[in-house]
């Protein structure tokens, strides 16, 4: 199905979306929502043993379930951690690019030895229960915790294998990896050569690593074949009838969706205006009307700097009692767990292994991973804003004396009244235009002023500068001459915003997106020699997109020694999945 068909078709739907969920009205909506096609997903990860002080590094792939290429339904993927009584430890929200996303979490301390679930989805694919979910087992080793009950139940250590067939093959039929030996030094650079030799055919999205083989036995990881062969009949369209609730998509980005009651009926208010902030130097507006039960939505596609969002109601003649949606988590109730478990005779790997840990943490800050900044929010839409530094002038107590005497084309009008506003003079030398008496977008600190009145005594000495551009904007059906942003020094309006029929509320963030950390060792550069280097992963590429037919890559092995694996797993971009292993040895007895 072409992609705007499918946007067509849930655009439609989304007119109507529920408080939580949208309600299938008819045969006719039921008929339109069996053309999206149903999702499914995996998420490649870093190994089935995790130690306190480590990371769970993980890529999310997400596909059209109907033809196995990524997905052109979901712009929002979800990887998510729990425990065998079912909570959560974390639940990311990823930013889906093509159908892929990263990420990572950190294994603090507080998290105990366990069984644990790793899970991969999207909202749609919340439709066809836990069986459309990706499930991989982690187990989770805390020694900082004098409990360790949860996997210590017998005598001898037991390894359940996935509860897939964990029978796979190394495909390098296709794709093959080479290195210019076989056996490294410590601190040795390995040149890492990938071939793709069936041109298009290898073409695809690919996670690369290279991580220390596991010392002790473990629960097969879910890798990419053994996943296409477990989720080959995962549901290709949703199963709910009329009448039935469903997740719908975040298809144009993350979905910001609640209701509106009158605070003192309880009754759902109809076709009314509602805007949303996200606070912050590059703040967002979003604009939305709620529908015959009272709910708005909107989605938001740029990449947010800030994890609050203001919902405010514009309206002042009532009092309105305003909500954000949370969407449920799914059924985990059918969930079930490895039961893995530890001897005590492992108890010196466990120690070895946690005290190299906790010397590779106190050296973290000297190999640091970087967020990737994204691109710019303008909240002028283009506009070059004209900037006062108020510093630069005479000081005045409130906002209104600031206006009146040091910014040139602002002011309020109708002052001493509750309906007063801000005004930004029209720029008739450079447009063409009617005269208007709209109203300015205020905002403080990126926060929405709908009421200008309330800030015309603000202290202009909390106020670092002032910046406004003269353009005529639309907010949804409202008109506005210009836009005047206010910036204060500590940047904390929105610690103090307490206005009537407004709501301010977390707005949890999509991962931010890293380059990862690459260790060095070069004759130029000596700043890592007295660093102990005690990784376990040596390289981390989580989304190699292969096009061409050669790629080369190189890493550092660090002081551990032993067998590492180079693993290539993914999918080409016809769905095919493509699992190819390479073992390399770290040893100080340099044996080629």
């Not at 109203?439 to 009421?451: K, M, Q, R």
Request: charged residues 25%.
């Amino acid at each position: 199905m072409k992609t705007n068909q499918i946007f067509a078709i849930i655009a439609l739907l989304t007119t109507y979306i529920g408080h939580t969920q949208y309600v299938i009205k008819d045969g006719s909506d039921l008929l339109n929502l069996k053309k999206v096609p149903q999702e499914k997903a995996y998420v490649d990860h870093n190994g089935s043993l995790s130690f306190s002080g480590e990371y769970l590094y993980y890529a999310i792939h997400c596909f059209n379930a109907q033809t196995n290429k990524p997905t052109n339904v979901s712009t929002i993927g979800y990887v998510a951690l729990v425990n065998e009584a079912k909570e959560f430890i974390f639940e990311h929200k990823i930013k889906l690019d093509k159908g892929h996303g990263y990420g990572d979490f950190f294994i603090t301390t507080n998290i105990p030895s366990g069984r644990y679930k790793l899970l991969g989805y999207t909202q749609w694919m919340k439709n066809s229960g836990l069986s459309q979910v990706f499930k991989d087992d982690i187990i989770i080793i805390n020694p900082y915790l004098a409990d360790q009950s949860a996997l210590l139940n017998s005598t001898t250590p037991v390894t359940s294998p996935n509860s897939v067939d964990n029978v796979s093959v190394s495909d390098s039929s296709i794709i093959i990896m080479k290195t210019q030996k076989a056996s490294f030094l410590p601190r040795e650079k390995v040149h890492l050569s990938i071939k793709n030799y069936k041109g298009v055919l290898g073409h695809g999205s690919y996670t690369v690593k290279v991580k220390r083989k596991e010392e002790i036995d473990m629960p097969s990881t879910l890798n990419s074949v053994m996943y296409g062969n477990a989720y080959f009949n995962a549901d290709k369209e949703i199963k709910q009838s009329i009448g039935d609730s469903i997740f719908l998509p975040e298809q144009r980005g993350e979905l910001i969706y609640g209701t509106v009651k009158n605070a003192e009926t309880g009754i759902p208010t109809k076709n009314l205006p509602v805007v949303i902030s996200i606070p912050g130097k590059e703040s967002l507006l979003k604009f939305s009307k709620t529908d015959q039960s009272g709910n708005f939505y909107s989605y938001i596609r740029k990449d947010r700097k800030d994890p609050m969002a203001v919902i405010q109601v514009e309206d002042q003649n009532e009092m309105y009692a305003i909500e954000k949606g949370t969407p449920s988590h799914i059924d985990l109730s059918n969930l079930t767990f490895s039961n893995f478990s530890l001897s005590k005779a492992q108890a010196e790997y466990i120690k070895n292994r946690s005290v190299l840990n906790q010397i590779e943490n106190q050296f973290f800050s000297s190999k640091p991973d970087s967020i990737i900044q994204s691109n710019p929010i303008d909240i002028f839409n283009g506009g070059i804003p004209q900037v006062i530094v108020l510093d630069d002038y005479t000081r005045f107590k409130t906002l209104e004396e600031t206006l009146v005497e040091v910014v040139k084309f602002a002011g309020f009008r109708k002052a001493n009244t509750s309906d007063a506003y801000i005004r930004i003079g029209q720029d008739f030398k450079s447009y063409d235009e009617e005269y208007n008496d709209f109203p300015a977008i205020v905002l403080i600190d990126g926060v929405f002023i709908p009421h200008h009145e309330q800030i015309r005594s603000y202290d202009a000495r909390n106020i670092e500068k002032i910046s406004l551009t003269r353009d005529q904007f639309r907010l949804g059906q409202k008109e506005y001459q210009g836009i005047l942003s206010i910036e204060t020094f500590e940047g904390d309006f929105l610690e103090i915003y307490n206005a009537k029929n407004s709501l301010v509320v977390p707005f949890e963030q999509p991962v931010p997106k890293k380059n990862y950390f690459v260790q060095s060792y070069t004759p130029e550069n000596n700043s890592f020699e007295r660093i102990p280097d005690y990784r376990r992963m040596l390289f981390w590429k989580p989304n190699v997109n292969i096009t061409e037919s050669d790629y080369n890559y190189e890493f550092y092995t660090s002081d551990l020694e032993g067998t590492f694996e180079i693993i290539l797993n993914g999918f080409t971009s016809y769905g095919k999945p493509l699992h190819v292993v390479k073992e390399i040895e770290v040893t100080t007895k340099n044996l080629n």
